[in-house]
């Protein structure tokens, strides 16, 4: 699954490293599962991960500034993910970023329906 997610057209990722360890990293992609709420040009955030022992040290803060600058100079209006309801502490690093809850979706984690948020933020040119 990780090497058709590496090749797949319209993905970026974006690779953030201590000394030559890498330690989170986040990934954009080409997406048309909301055109029906975001009308214009979307990317979506799918994957922003940060290792536990590495969390607090503004690595997801540039993960995220990585993200907002490659949407903005791709000129997408903008950037959408999906998270976990029950994410408290993922959701409020979104809001952070001016994210809101623009809907819901049903994710399957094995036999277990779980709804996941989804949030938007639109991106300034």
């Given at each position: 699954k990780l090497a058709n997610e590496l090749t797949e057209s319209g993905s970026r990722y974006f690779i953030a490293e201590e000394g030559t360890e890498p330690v989170g990293y986040a990934r954009v992609r080409l997406s048309d599962e909301v055109k029906d709420h975001l009308t214009e040009s979307a990317l979506e955030l799918q994957r922003i991960y940060v290792d536990g022992a590495h969390q607090g040290k503004k690595i997801g803060v540039n993960l995220m500034k990585a993200c907002l600058d490659y949407a903005r100079q791709h000129k997408f209006r903008w950037l959408w993910l999906g998270v976990w309801e029950k994410n408290f502490k993922a959701q409020k690093f979104y809001r952070q970023?001016?994210?809101?809850?623009?809907?819901?979706?049903?994710?399957?984690?094995?036999?277990?329906?779980?709804?996941?948020?989804?949030?938007?933020?639109?991106?300034?040119?």
């Open positions: 970023w001016g994210f809101e809850k623009f809907g819901e979706h049903i994710f399957q984690m094995g036999d277990d329906p779980q709804t996941d948020w989804l949030m938007k933020k639109r991106i300034d040119t």
